[in-house]
């Protein structure tokens, strides 16, 4: 193998393992203006986009340790890294696949080691973001704590309330 194909193999191999997942698509028709607004939403939530040749991909995801159908992949191929949050890039990917479906086809993706579906990757598009996620959870946590300070507010209002009808009373 020459060496420069060699050094592409290898860069490729490093993304699948470092990547938490990555996204399959197969892209046509699509105008350099609408590529460069995809990479830069895409790139927003902290994923990027890469264009590489079909056996390469399958070569370098082999090394990687991954076992990808070669029969699922077909035409221009895409492969969209994840940054962090696995779930805003897949997000934005379904966002554009829905409003461009004539051009872009969402293949499959390796999420933690584990190859989806087209099916489960629209999935797990659906789920709420990281960040979602932990307002959700504060929110949790919150309502106890705000449910019981109403509570002693309710409470220590009574006591007055109590307090300034006995005077009331005494006093008519």
């Known amino acids: 193998m020459r060496p420069e194909k060699q050094l592409?193999?290898?860069?490729i191999k490093a993304q699948i393992?470092?990547?938490?997942?990555?996204?399959?698509?197969?892209?046509?028709?699509?105008d350099p203006n609408?590529?460069?607004?995809?990479?830069?939403?895409?790139?927003?939530g902290g994923g990027f986009l890469y264009v590489v040749k079909k056996r390469v991909f399958l070569k370098a995801a082999q090394e990687a340790g991954l076992s990808i159908d070669e029969s699922m992949i077909s035409g221009?191929?895409?492969?969209?890294?994840?940054?962090?949050?696995?779930?805003t890039t897949t997000k934005t990917v379904y966002k554009y696949k829905?409003?461009?479906s004539e051009m872009i086809d969402i293949l499959g993706a390796s999420f933690?080691?584990?190859?989806?579906?087209?099916?489960e990757v629209e999935e797990i598009s659906k789920l709420p973001s990281k960040d979602e996620m932990r307002a959700q959870f504060l929110g949790v946590l919150a309502a106890p704590m705000s449910e019981t300070v109403g509570t002693i507010q309710a409470i220590?209002?009574?006591?007055?309330?109590?307090?300034?009808n006995k005077i009331q009373k005494e006093e008519g």
């Open 8 to 11: 592409l193999l290898d860069e």
């Open 17 to 30: 393992k470092n990547a938490p997942g990555f996204v399959l698509m197969k892209y046509q028709k699509m």
């Open 34 to 44: 609408l590529t460069s607004e995809f990479r830069n939403a895409i790139s927003e």
């Open 76 to 87: 221009h191929l895409g492969v969209i890294y994840s940054g962090e949050d696995t779930v």
């Open 98 to 100: 829905n409003n461009y």
């Open 112 to 119: 933690e080691g584990k190859i989806c579906s087209p099916q």
């Open 156 to 164: 220590l209002t009574s006591v007055i309330y109590c307090v300034e």
